[in-house]
């Protein structure tokens, strides 16, 4: 593990510290009219995506966490386990449900993800910010109910449910915010 100060922190470096693995949200170094600098950091947890305000001396020296990161292919669940394929040198690999998070709501057979290992370990999955899905069941839209605004439940193909307004029919595609879970809009018609 390299050891780096915290004079040398930078936006998106993962640091291994005792609460866990962290990525570096934002940081501020602060040298007051008195007393020593520091630095000021707020850190997000990279599994449980926790955020945490830590205040460190200027120049300590934290442990850095090497992420490697693999784009892979997602071939198909066979029960909790999400089969993964490398794309760079085609190798499968098996990933339990759990440890992809709420990314496995988002993903469909075929759909690619840039999945970040560390240590041999998935600590995270980067997905794009928004997919199509195809809307597995709902209840159908009804001629002239069309209240401005209303929303009805959506179970979507990966099995997540979303709202949606009353004019999206089962077998409509809709599109997906990653990071939220909302619906933005119905593709195509």
Do not use: W
Not at 10 to 28: A, C, D, H, W, Y
Request: aromatic share 8%; proline share 4%; no cysteine.
């Amino acid at each position: 593990m390299a050891a780096v100060s915290t004079n040398d922190l930078k936006n998106g470096m993962t640091l291994n510290i005792p609460e866990g693995l962290f990525s570096v949200v934002e940081f501020q170094h602060v040298k007051p009219g008195k007393g020593g600098a520091f630095v000021r950091t707020k850190l997000k947890n990279v599994r449980t995506g926790s955020v945490i305000d830590r205040t460190y001396r200027a120049d300590e020296k934290l442990d850095q966490a090497i992420i490697d990161k693999r784009e892979m292919q997602f071939l198909y669940s066979d029960g909790g386990a999400y089969v993964f394929m490398d794309n760079s040198d085609y190798e499968q690999m098996t990933a339990e449900r759990a440890s992809l998070g709420s990314a496995a709501n988002f993903l469909k057979e075929g759909d690619s993800a840039l999945l970040q290992f560390y240590e041999g370990e998935i600590v995270g999955v980067d997905l794009p910010a928004a997919v199509e899905l195809t809307v597995a069941q709902t209840e159908p839209g009804v001629q002239g109910d069309r209240v401005s605004g209303a929303r009805k439940p959506a179970t979507l193909e990966t099995g997540l449910t979303v709202q949606v307004p009353l004019f999206v029919n089962p077998g409509d595609k809709v599109k997906v915010d990653t990071r939220s879970g909302e619906y933005l809009t119905r593709v195509g018609s």
